[in-house]
T-cell receptor, first 115, second 116 residues
Framework: DAGVIQSPRHEVTEMGQEVTLRCKPISGHNSLFWYRQTMMRGLELLIYFNNNVPIDDSGMPEDRFSAKMPNASFSTLKIQPSEPRDSAVYFC?????????????FGPGTRLLVL | AQKVTQAQTEISVVEKEDVTLDCVYETRDTTYYLFWYKQPPSGELVFLIRRNSFDEQNEISGRYSWNFQKSTSSFNFTITASQVVDSAVYFCALSEEFSGTYKYIFGTGTRLKVLA
């Protein structure tokens, strides 16, 4: 079975450019999570969705970040405009939102470098 | 508030030594789940184990074992006869229900270095 798919795997961009990260969750999962990982701040939960609806975006650092989930099989995280401090690894994870089944499975991550 | 503490930031051991990674959690829930993940140098986050609050039996999987003790709110992870391939960052997590779904509270991770 395919796991969580993220694209691109690596992204290098210049400050001020728009960056779009993509995620395809595991088929049948109904919860999707976006995380950011840096050496300084560790693993941070940015936003998560349940049944395509954003539940909590309190982790989104600022208005430059936005996320959408137009359907059950696709989500995007957009940064506009990007800044060097956005450089990090961004992970997407999905799970089935039922007690006892809520194990999150992570994608391989997108390594973002903003110059 | 829910909280997960991994007090050991980094541990170094020599190959074949046993090593235990500590995880202490705080929760007011009576039903909860705990998890361990491994993040090897390649960067991906790999699910290792899930444990529910009603099952305090220790679990063993090959060289890995987990000790869950509700009395001390701990869910420790032991690697027996460690190998270089065990070198990774290990994260402990607690799931928390919120608006119909479950999010994780992650610990800060323990970096394990196994030296040949």
């Amino acid at each position: 079975d395919a796991g969580v798919i993220q694209s691109p795997r690596h992204e290098v961009t210049e400050m001020g450019q728009e960056v779009t990260l993509r995620c395809k969750p595991i088929s049948g999962h109904n919860s999707l999570f976006w995380y950011r990982q840096t050496m300084m701040r560790g693993l941070e939960l940015l936003i998560y969705f349940n049944n395509n609806v954003p539940i909590d975006d309190s982790g989104m650092p600022e208005d430059r970040f936005s996320a959408k989930m137009p359907n059950a099989s696709f989500s995007t995280l957009k940064i506009q405009p990007s800044e060097p401090r956005d450089s990090a690894v961004y992970f997407c994870a999905s799970s089935w939102a039922a007690r006892g089944e809520e194990t999150q499975y992570f994608g391989p991550g997108t390594r973002l470098l903003v110059l | 508030a829910q909280k997960v503490t991994q007090a050991q930031t980094e541990i170094s051991v020599v190959e074949k030594e046993d090593v235990t990674l500590d995880c202490v959690y705080e929760t007011r829930d009576t039903t909860y789940y705990l998890f361990w993940y491994k993040q090897p140098p390649s960067g991906e986050l790999v699910f290792l184990i899930r444990r529910n609050s009603f099952d305090e039996q220790n679990e063993i999987s090959g060289r890995y074992s987990w000790n869950f003790q509700k009395s001390t709110s701990s869910f420790n992870f032991t690697i027996t006869a460690s190998q270089v391939v065990d070198s990774a960052v290990y994260f402990c997590a607690l799931s928390e229900e919120f608006s119909g779904t479950y999010k994780y509270i992650f610990g800060t991770g323990t970096r394990l270095k196994v030296l040949a």
